[in-house]
């Protein structure tokens, strides 16, 4: 079983869509959980992050985290073209000075059409 | 402010060679995390330091290797360079008490 799991996609919504990204990890001690979008050929770009189960807004962006089931989504409301680019989750790695290590997922590519 | 900046952006080298790449982090960031990726993947986890101290390292062999300085800015360095090292290298620096990392543009290695 793979540390973070999400669906590579593509995942296709037409604009002003609601686009659904979902994720599990599988570490229980895991504690930080973040969103990062990826243009093709650029770097990862952090858009969410979040801690406690619940949702968390910003903008046109939601995520929501459930510890229980061990599963964390993103909600992208009123999608747009430019939001086309590949979806990452990342878990932060337990243990120590955790800060800075983080298992990715294979991401999801989503495709907003007009 | 300066974002995290990496160099080279681009470079090739081939088979056996050796590379260094470069990383200056975010001003008021101490802690580098360097990550490797291959087309088609998410980031991988190479290394992690902290106030100039090794603090995590992921399952890579002893190739790879790394360090930090006074500065907080680091280097990461591949020795006996194998095709399957072409990648996105990419460091990081950590916002403190957040976890939260903020990527540079990465480093594109290409080994023929």
């Known amino acids: 079983q793979k540390e973070v799991e999400q669906n590579s996609g593509p995942l296709s919504v037409p604009e002003g869509a609601i686009a659904s990204l979902n994720c599990t990890y599988s570490?229980?001690?895991?504690?930080?959980f973040f969103w990062y979008r990826q243009y093709s050929g650029k770097s990862p770009e952090l858009i969410m992050s979040?801690?406690?189960?619940g949702d968390k807004e910003d903008g046109r962006f939601t995520a929501q985290l459930n510890k229980a089931s061990q599963y964390v989504s993103l909600l992208i409301r009123d999608s747009q073209p430019s939001d086309s680019a590949t979806y990452l989750c990342?878990?932060?790695?337990?243990?120590?000075?955790?800060?800075?290590?983080?298992?990715f997922g294979q991401g999801t590519i989503l495709t907003v059409h007009p | 402010d300066a974002g995290v900046t990496q160099s080279p952006t681009h470079l090739i080298k081939t088979r056996g060679q050796h590379v260094t790449l470069r990383c200056s982090p975010i001003?008021?960031?101490?802690?580098v995390s360097w990550y490797q990726q291959v087309l088609g993947q998410g980031p991988q986890f190479i290394f992690q330091?902290?106030?100039?101290?090794?603090?995590g390292r992921g399952n890579f062999p002893d190739r790879f290797s790394a360090r930090q300085f006074p500065n907080y800015s680091s280097e990461l360095n591949v020795n006996a360079l194998l095709l399957g090292d072409s990648a996105l290298y990419l460091c990081?620096?950590?916002?403190?008490?957040?976890?939260?990392?903020?990527f540079g543009e990465g480093s594109r290695l290409t080994v023929l």
């Open positions: 979040i801690y406690s189960n």
């Open positions: 001003s008021g960031h101490k802690s």
């Open positions: 330091y902290y106030e100039k101290e090794e603090r």
């Open positions: 990342a878990v932060n790695i337990p243990g120590g000075t955790s800060y800075g290590k983080l298992t």
């Open positions: 570490d229980r001690g895991s504690q930080s």
């Open positions: 990081a620096s950590s916002k403190p008490n957040t976890g939260e990392l903020f």
